[in-house]
Nanobody, 123 residues
Framework: QEQLVESGGGLVQAGGSLRLSCAAS????????MGWFRQGPGKEREFVAF???????LHADSVKGRFTISRDNAKNTVYLQMNSLKPEDTAVYYC?????????????????WGQGTQVTVSS
């Protein structure tokens, strides 16, 4: 059974850093593109970053230069390094997996989702 489990969220002051992890099981991780999305209070779930199975990455403009997505296929894990955090980054962060190589900024492209991890940035 396919499963994605996020970890690494928490409470941090503005300007601080966190690293989120998403461990995958039940799927051939190296053949999947992986994405990170977030949903802030009262907002829709939005794209944050993706990494293809070949290692191509894209970050949303709102996080570009502050967040970095990466993957370790040997550990079946995708990461999101978040630096220079701002209060507006406060959200539940979700990882997602898809065998697709296109339309990776769209939620509907992804087949599997984790349960989410809360990130709270205080001012």
């Amino acid at each position: 059974q396919e499963q994605l489990v996020e970890s690494g969220g928490g409470l941090v002051q503005a300007g601080g850093s966190l690293r989120l992890s998403c461990a995958a099981s039940g799927l051939t991780f190296s053949t999947y593109s992986m994405g990170w999305f977030r949903q802030g209070p009262g907002k829709e779930r939005e794209f944050v970053a993706f990494i293809t199975r070949g290692g191509i990455t894209l970050h949303a403009d709102s996080v570009k230069g502050r967040f970095t997505i990466s993957r370790d296929n040997a550990k079946n894990t995708v990461y999101l390094q978040m630096n220079s955090l701002k209060p507006e980054d406060t959200a539940v962060y979700y990882c997602a997996a898809t065998p697709a190589l296109s339309r990776l900024v769209w939620r509907d492209t992804y087949n599997y989702w984790g349960q989410g991890t809360q990130v709270t940035v205080s001012s």
